[in-house]
Antibody
Framework: QVQLQESGPGLVKPSETLSLTCTVS??????????WSWIRQPAGKGLEWIGY???????NYNASLKSRVTISVDTSKNQFSLKLTSVTAADTAVYYC????????????????WGQGTLVTVSS | DIVMTQSPEYLAVSLGERATINCKSS????????????LAWYQQKPGQPPKLLIY???TRESGVPDRFSGSGSGTDFTLTISSLQAEDVAVYYC?????????FGQGTKVEFK
């Protein structure tokens, strides 16, 4: 049973960089069956996909955030990370890391395991 | 971007009764080569992350009770809970992965009547 755990500062100042890490246990980020993703959810609102990374390092980002987002993977630590630059109050949200299962037979990408989420508040 | 629109936003259902949630995409999410709809449903309980219930519009994820079913194709989809149980009170989201960026519906909150 794979488990994911987010970690990082809960408070970030405006214009600074938000940095989060997701530690994966019970599974490997080097798997060729899964990608590793970040999703966020502002309080009381819906879900926004941020981007994903494959173990090889190839990435796909939401175009709305692409200029500010970097997702990286560290296979030696079985972790992947998110950096979001130039944050504003609009970036305040619960940030989830998730495993993205991609189906080679029938196609599609499904978020099949999630971390518990971590609240990041952008405030001075 | 493909916009996912769910209805209703709130749904009050009696214990044991049927709950039906609709999801409409702004463009088709049916892949012609695989004949699969790239549409999933998630359940989110308070204080918890979302949980995958259904993918390919109608395939239940392993371990999901069979009272949950999905249907639809192209742009119109439905999640049905055949007999609402206490543990089904949650917010339900649809999500498309046909076209990047993957997008979610705004959610439907299911409560007890």
């Amino acid at each position: 049973q794979v488990q994911l755990q987010e970690s990082g500062p809960g408070l970030v100042k405006p214009s600074e960089t938000l940095s989060l890490t997701c530690t994966v246990s019970g599974g490997s980020v080097s798997s060729d069956t899964y990608c590793w993703s970040w999703i966020r959810q502002p309080a009381g609102k819906g879900l926004e996909w941020i981007g994903y990374i494959f173990y090889s390092g190839s990435t796909n980002y939401n175009a709305s955030l692409k200029s500010r987002v970097t997702i990286s993977v560290d296979t030696s630590k079985n972790q992947f990370s998110l950096k979001l630059t130039s944050v504003t109050a609009a970036d305040t949200a619960v940030y989830y890391c998730a495993r993205l299962r991609w189906d080679t037979s029938g196609g599609g990408f499904w978020f099949d395991s999630w971390g518990q989420g971590t609240l990041v508040t952008v405030s001075s | 971007d493909i916009v996912m629109t769910q209805s209703p936003e709130y749904l009050a259902v009696s214990l044991g009764e049927r709950a039906t949630i609709n999801c409409k995409s702004s463009r088709t999410v049916l892949d012609s080569s695989s004949n699969n709809n790239y549409l999933a449903w998630y359940q989110q309980k308070p204080g918890q992350p979302p949980k995958l219930l259904i993918y390919w519009a109608s395939t239940r994820e392993s371990g999901v009770p069979d009272r949950f079913s999905g249907s639809g194709s192209g742009t119109d989809f439905t999640l049905t809970i055949s007999s609402l149980q206490a543990e089904d009170v949650a917010v339900y989201y649809c999500q498309q992965c046909y076209s990047s960026p993957w997008t979610f519906g705004q959610g439907t909150k299911v409560e007890f009547k």
